[in-house]
């Protein structure tokens, strides 16, 4: 049988034209300074192995949804997965969207060994990024290097997805000056082929239950890079969700994707699959072989995993060993869990791939755009994804 992963290629000899090459793509943040973000190798899935995250991605994306379907509109269960409060009326308020369409712009995080085995580790089912680096430079490696690329899908899906929401506005932190949150929504807006402004969230603001932009320009439907939690703590968070329960604004992804966002969804499916209920014998098994035994306390015997149920970039994660004992925490990604539960997560190993920049662990992400999983984004670094990781590349053979 072929190899789960293969690193197939050198770095080019000539960086800086090749990085300038994806900078006219739209892939500005190549580098970060004077450090590689992108290591200019492609790691090679085979067939058999993406077949099957593809199957998984399915299942876990049916399995979730069905999953906050069971919850929507169940306090106690909020209170479970750190949901805050102020954000239960606007939630409950709105229809849930249709089935599988709870949140169109998504991306699975799986652990996938050496052996095959997959495992997931999250879902950040509202504010993904990696959006470039999977539909625009991974296609562009992969053609050069002779491998199939699924993320081919990712900007027809993407138009799909937004000739149905038609916003009006896109927005993140520092547009214009963060170069990745902003080519990630410049990508997202090309992609759809809509007519959409662009616009910094900080200068947006409310007016009378109206959402409106520095010149005064009313926004009745928006995209944003915009964690949904954010909105318990920022200042003016209330004042943004009022508008959107009154109706004067319309989001996407919906506001019930932070139920899908929260990592605490994981044990709410652990704790019904132990139990019984729910989930088809199908889903039961899909839960069993991909789901990481995922709780609200440290109940483990052997390692595991602690992480804030609403942390991003490796924020708030440590590693225990199989004594209980720290072994790694992550000390980049700003610790999140001062502000939100905590969940345990049994540990999973990640494949570990010799590179240009040493022997890194693989973290594997998988879009589902629209409903259908269709991107493979692959991240590598130490045994915690952070925000100091690095892009690689890969394709299918």
């Known amino acids: 049988m072929n190899p789960v992963f293969e690193v197939l ?14 900078k006219q793509l739209g892939f500005t943040w190549a580098n970060i300074g004077e450090e590689p973000y992108w290591i200019d190798q492609v790691v090679a899935m085979n067939s058999e192995t993406y077949r099957e995250l593809e199957y998984a991605s399915s299942q876990l994306w049916s399995i979730l949804d069905r999953t906050v379907r069971y919850m929507y509109k169940n306090h106690s269960l909020y209170e479970l997965i750190g949901i805050p409060r102020i954000l239960w009326p606007m939630i409950d308020d709105l229809p849930l969207p249709e089935e599988g369409l709870i949140s169109r712009y998504a991306r699975f995080d799986y652990a996938i060994d050496h052996d095959g085995a997959i495992k997931l580790l999250e879902l950040n089912s509202d504010t993904p990024t990696g959006y470039v680096e999977a539909s625009i430079a991974t296609p562009w490696i992969c053609e050069q290097t002779g491998l199939q690329s699924p993320n081919l899908a990712m900007k027809d899906l993407i138009a799909e997805a937004w000739a ?6 896109v927005a993140c932190v520092a547009y214009g000056e963060h170069l990745e949150d902003s080519g990630t929504i410049e990508a997202l807006v090309r992609h759809s082929g ?14 009378e239950g109206v959402l409106k932009d520095s010149e005064g320009r009313e926004i009745r439907c928006m995209f944003a890079l915009y964690p949904k939690e954010w909105m318990a703590v920022d200042e003016g968070g209330d004042a943004l969700a009022y508008s959107i329960e009154t109706g004067n604004l319309s989001i996407f992804n919906s506001p019930h994707s932070i139920l ?15 139990l019984g209920q729910l989930y088809n014998e199908e889903e039961r098994v899909a839960i069993g072989k991909y789901i ?7 109940v483990f015997e052997g390692s595991f995993v602690s ?5 991003r970039e490796g924020g708030s994660v440590r590693l225990f060993d199989a004594s209980g004992l720290l072994e790694i925490e992550d000390q980049d990604g700003f610790d999140t869990s001062v502000l939100f539960p905590t969940v345990y997560q049994k540990r999973a190993d990640l494949a570990r791939i010799k590179t240009a920049e040493g022997e890194l662990h693989l973290l594997t992400g998988m879009f589902v755009i629209n409903g259908k999983p269709c991107g493979m984004l692959g991240r590598v670094g130490g045994p915690i994804t952070g925000n100091t990781s690095h892009f690689i590349a890969i394709g299918v053979r």
């Open 260 to 274: 899908l966002q929260s990592k605490g969804l994981l044990a709410v499916v652990c704790g019904l699959y132990e």
């Open 307 to 311: 992480k804030s149920m609403f942390g």
């Open 9 to 22: 290629s050198e770095p080019h000899p000539d960086r800086t034209s090749r990085v300038e090459e994806l």
């Open 292 to 298: 990481l035994p995922t709780y609200n306390k440290p």
């Open 164 to 169: 149905i929401e038609r916003p009006d506005t």
């Open 194 to 207: 809509l007519d959409v402004k662009c616009r910094d969230v900080l200068e947006l603001y409310v007016d």
